[in-house]
């Protein structure tokens, strides 16, 4: 099996970068972590940051950049990304408020999200779209509106970063949804999950939950991803200990293998 990039989404352990963001980044690293994904920068420099990052031996890999950010402050949203070395900025939520109700809306989100990707690209950055779980309830032409965003913006500009746990959540099959984006799709959110008592999802760390995750990498890995990201959304351990269970299962049933 081809040898993925492991990498860690940050808003994971959004408790303890609050507290310390240098600190939790040594962590990381020392946990055997190859590469980190941000949700923000705990307020450090560019250079601060690229310099620590540079010690630690930790590859930024890019960032979760809320769709406000990039409305309003994309120069600097990308300069900061150059500046750290990361390649890629991705939409990674929206809000509420933001979400469209109906298939105009869609079309017109999809516009706004095109210029940005457009503007990324130009500038050197991969531009990518993280999915959770309302991207599949809306519709547009019949298909889902995560599908019809994909089929109406090129490829050319906007990749795939897909969250495994949302997609088998809503209840697709997630090795069929990796093949069918296989090419396209450089970031794979790796994540595990059960039914919470209240029907919604409960994340949990690797291999204690329903994700396939043997078949799931394998097929991340035949499609050309470059980097499976751990996120854990909530986390019932202490956030450390959970990223590194879940980094110990890769390590056993994964990294074993390549």
Same mark, same amino acid.
């Given at each position: 099996?081809? #040898? ?14 609050? =507290? ?6 040594? #962590? ?8 980190? *994904? +941000? ?15 540079? *010690? ?11 769709? &406000? ?9 990308? /300069?900061?990304? =150059?500046?750290?070395? /990361? $390649?890629?900025? @991705? ?15 869609? #079309? ?27 991207? +599949?309830?809306? &519709? ?18 906007? $990749? ?30 790796? #994540?595990? +999950? ?5 029907? $919604? ?28 990201? @751990? ?5 019932? =351990? ?21």
């Amino acid at each position: 099996m081809r #040898k993925l990039g492991i990498g860690l989404q940050m808003y994971t352990l959004r408790d303890e970068t609050a =507290k310390d963001f240098p600190g939790t980044l040594r #962590k990381v690293a020392e946990l055997g972590y190859e590469g980190v *994904e +941000f949700a923000g920068y705990g307020g450090i420099p560019a250079e601060e940051m690229r310099d620590l990052l540079q *010690e630690l031996g930790l590859q930024a890999i890019g960032s979760h950049v809320p769709l &406000k950010n990039m409305q309003t402050q994309l120069a600097d949203e990308i /300069a900061y990304l =150059k500046t750290i070395g /990361a $390649k890629y900025m @991705v939409c990674p939520y929206l809000m509420p408020e933001d979400r469209p109700d109906n298939e105009d809306g869609w #079309k017109q989100l999809f516009a706004v999200l095109a210029e940005i990707a457009a503007e990324a690209t130009r500038n050197g950055l991969i531009f990518g779209y993280h999915n959770h779980d309302f991207e +599949f309830a809306g &519709k547009v032409g019949g298909e889902y509106a995560l599908d019809a965003m994909y089929a109406s913006i090129s490829e050319d500009i906007l $990749k795939v970063e897909m969250d495994i746990g949302w997609v088998q959540f809503y209840g697709i099959e997630p090795v069929s949804y990796i093949n069918k984006y296989a090419g396209r799709l450089p970031l794979l959110h790796i #994540k595990d +999950f059960r039914i919470g008592e209240d029907q $919604k999802i409960d994340t949990v760390e690797l291999g204690v939950g329903l994700i396939p995750l043997n078949d799931v990498i394998k097929a991340a890995a035949d499609g050309g991803t470059e980097w499976l990201i @751990v996120e854990q959304d909530r986390c019932a =351990k202490p956030s450390l200990e959970s990223v590194a269970i879940s980094m110990d299962w890769l390590k056993s049933n994964y990294l074993t293998l390549v």
